[in-house]
């Protein structure tokens, strides 16, 4: 449940990455039916209504009729995850094909009629593509939009990270601050309240057991049922505040609560080694696309301060 980062791939239709980025929303307003202004540029509700249909249709195809309203998480559904996080991926959309066009990056009528083109290929017959269309609810110039998009950001994101070269002393310093070749094997138990975990802390403190708490208590199920253990893992495989927490533990040691985006954390850990085989010049590969990852998300950060962003 909380291992990685929850990312949502959209369907070979869109041909995009749904980006899930807190956009700061400015203290002016925007006008009647507007979402959002992003520098001279508006994102009507009409389009975050379109755009919110399709991705309704996508999943209900996909996953079932009534996938929409399932639950992702305690008290979020995947529809609500759409609806919290469609308005900072149409930003951030923007922010990048602006950037793009300040690149010098174009598209031309004939390149997008040859994406489609191709697009097309994957259907097999005129039939199928009518009916793929109608299926998602989309518009043939919704369709050639998103096609249009992609293409822009991907060979803007081509040139501005795909082609670094990170030096050895970077990606060495990146291997020490991921500790790369540490895993630590840990139990926690999970809960919604901060209170809620130090009332946990205290009553391990008094002698309760960890286990026995963790399969009453916490709100992860899965890891509970095993009194909290989560087996082994590495720094890059759990979010960033629980690996901070964990990795700076010691063996025996119960943490203080540990707050993430899915709650308060209770942390205990129970092992830890190291793999002396594994190296910077070992992983190189790994640590470049970590090291790619990571500069992608300084670029984000930087479009995003640099914008002037007005959301309703």
């Not at 518009?139 to 050639?144: A, N, T």
Request: charged letters at 30%; hydrophobic letters at 35%; a negative charge.
């Amino acid at each position: 449940m909380i291992k990685a980062k929850r990312t949502l791939a959209l369907a070979l239709a869109l041909c995009m990455t749904l980006i899930s980025a807190a956009c700061e929303k400015k203290t002016e307003t925007v006008g009647e039916g507007v979402k959002a202004k992003v520098n001279d540029t508006e994102i009507s509700q009409q389009e975050y209504d379109e755009h919110l249909a399709v991705y309704k249709k996508m999943v209900e195809t996909q996953y079932g009729a009534d996938a929409w309203n399932q639950e992702i998480s305690p008290g979020q559904t995947l529809g609500g995850y759409y609806e919290s996080t469609l308005l900072d991926q149409l930003i951030m959309d923007i922010l990048m094909t602006d950037a793009a066009a300040k690149a010098g990056i174009t598209m031309s009528d004939e390149e997008l009629n040859e994406e489609l083109t191709n697009f097309k290929a994957y259907l097999s017959t005129d039939e199928q593509y009518k009916s793929f269309l109608e299926g998602y609810g989309m518009s043939e110039e919704y369709l050639k939009k998103s096609l249009k998009n992609e293409y822009l950001i991907n060979h803007y994101l081509s040139v501005k990270i795909e082609n670094l070269q990170p030096t050895d002393e970077e990606l060495k310093t990146l291997f020490n601050d991921i500790k790369m070749n540490e895993q630590v094997r840990a139990s926690h138990i999970l809960v919604e309240t901060e209170e809620e975990a130090k009332s946990i802390i205290d009553r391990v403190k008094k002698g309760e057991s960890f286990e026995e708490l963790a399969k009453e208590l916490s709100v992860d199920k899965t890891s509970g049922a095993n009194g909290g253990d989560l087996d082994y893992f590495k720094y890059t495989d759990m979010v960033q505040p629980f690996s901070q927490a964990a990795f700076a533990m010691n063996v025996g040691e119960i943490s203080e609560p540990v707050k993430s985006e899915f709650g308060y954390h209770v942390i205990k850990v129970t092992d830890k080694k190291v793999d002396s085989e594994i190296t910077p010049e070992s992983n190189k590969m790994d640590l470049t696309e970590l090291y790619k990852s990571k500069e992608y998300e300084k670029l984000m950060e930087t479009l995003k301060d640099e914008a002037k962003i007005i959301k309703n």
